[in-house]
């Protein structure tokens, strides 16, 4: 019996089913791990409302996040570096009112993440404690230190890039692209990767593969389809 394929023809195929409302994590760290394809395709397909989980808010680069805002299509957004001068499309939105904005510390991020994929309630962490980021937090003491309660970050989607997937989608990312994108693909329920190099199964050694198939639904080769 053959496993049902994973590989989408179309870059509307593999952002279909994002609808109004949901909560969306958009892979990054700087322009190598950006799904730029995935995120031009939701941008055009123009649900509402969502909730974007990302590293930044845009670095004026085509096909980054801010394709969204432009769009339209942002709510809320959970971020770590909304600042960046090329941001413009971000700034709009906000000054108009138009998106929530959550500050959250870069490791921060990163763990609720994590903590959603590993199915964990929330965790402790002495980062923020004093600062806006604890407002409305549990607070405890460890060992004389105080922490803050965070949750984990569920999602219903993640768009992610990797740089090599074989069929199964056993995921190889290059450099930096390893901080969020497979942390993203962990927290959410339907995981799409756009992948530069589709390779024959077994071409991966093991030690090579940084993020298991298991958490990848949907794969979008670059240059394939329309």
Sequence with gaps: MSRPSKIVETVADAVAGVADGMTVHVGGWGGIGVPDLLILALAEAGPKSLTI????????????????????CVAKVLTTFPVHPGATAFRAVLDAGEVDLEVVPQGTLAERLRAA????????TPTGVGTPVAQ???????????YILEDPLPGNFALIKAAQSDPFGNLRFRYASRGFNPVMAMAASTT????QELVPLGALAPDDVHLSGVF????????AGK
């Excluded at 989980?53 to 339209?72: H, I, Q, S, W, Y």
């Excluded at 799409?192 to 992948?195: C, H, N, P």
Aim: glycine letters at 22%; charged letters at 25%; hydrophobic letters at 35%.
């Design 192 to 195: 799409v990767v756009q992948v």
């Design 216 to 223: 990848v639904d949907r794969l979008y080769v670059e240059g």
């Design 117 to 124: 994929g590993a199915g964990l309630g929330g965790f402790f």
């Design 53 to 72: 989980t990302t590293n930044n808010c845009g670095m004026g680069r085509p096909g980054d996040v801010g394709e969204l805002f432009k769009a339209g």
């Design 136 to 146: 409305g937090k549990a607070e405890r003491r460890f060992h004389d230190r105080t």
